[in-house]
């Protein structure tokens, strides 16, 4: 699953899933992203839609308001579909989709790595049921929520703080059930069978409202 992009940030609808998923963390990749411009037509000036995942289409808004600027922009699940749209419909149509898709689906490149940054790049998690073990070099994600009261985020993080722990990233979001209430997710570097992970991460679960350990899993090789 994508969960995070070196041009856009946190893919939001990744970590949402995890506020009701059982599912465990088990490693994680990261990728270079390219896109290309796919259509059945042969000139830039006969598109009139592009379709592609949000993702695709924010990672190459600049191209496409430098090249496509009347173009109609639609969302759609993924830039797959967006490419068998394009190959099944007629009419000035284009997808963003990666460059083996037109070879599939009987299309064109109109344009080659069009993502507003060279060095785009997603990382993506592998999830699954089981545990991880030990590599070494490893991350802990877990996903709080706080006690509301004044300082709950500061006293929630102490236990990390005082234990000399790396806190490499948080992210809040909507929790869904209710306005204006929120978790967190966070990534730690080591791993929950290290023994001062283990400690500080039972001393952080007495003041959150909510605690769960999404995974520990090696970090990805660059």
């Not at 997710?185 to 992970?197: K, P, T, V």
Request: glycine residues 8%.
């Amino acid at each position: 699953m994508p969960v995070e992009n070196s041009t856009e940030g946190m893919v939001s609808h990744t970590l949402d899933r995890f506020i009701s998923s059982p599912l465990k963390i088990n490693g994680e990749v990261t990728l270079p992203i390219h896109h290309y411009l796919l259509s059945k037509e042969q000139e830039l000036q006969d598109i009139k839609i592009v379709y592609a995942h949000p993702q695709g289409l924010a990672q190459c808004r600049q191209w496409l308001n430098e090249h496509l600027p009347d173009c109609e922009l639609v969302a759609v699940n993924s830039n797959s579909e967006a490419a068998k749209k394009v190959g099944e419909e007629q009419g000035g149509i284009a997808a963003i989709a990666a460059d083996r898709a037109a070879a599939i689906y009987g299309l064109s490149v109109l344009a080659s790595n069009i993502e507003d940054e060279v060095d785009n790049t997603t990382r993506f998690i592998v999830i699954g049921a089981q545990e991880v073990g030990q590599s070494g070099e490893d991350k802990t994600a877990i996903l709080v929520s706080t006690k509301n009261k004044p300082g709950a985020l500061q006293s929630l993080l102490t236990p990390l703080a005082d234990s000399g722990i790396s806190m490499t990233k948080i992210e809040s979001r909507p929790s869904g059930k209710g306005v204006w209430e929120y978790v967190f997710f966070i990534d730690i570097e080591g791993h929950i069978q290290d023994e001062a992970i283990g400690d500080a991460l039972t001393k952080l679960e007495g003041e959150a409202s909510m605690f769960r350990i999404l995974g520990s899993y090696p970090k990805a090789v660059m």
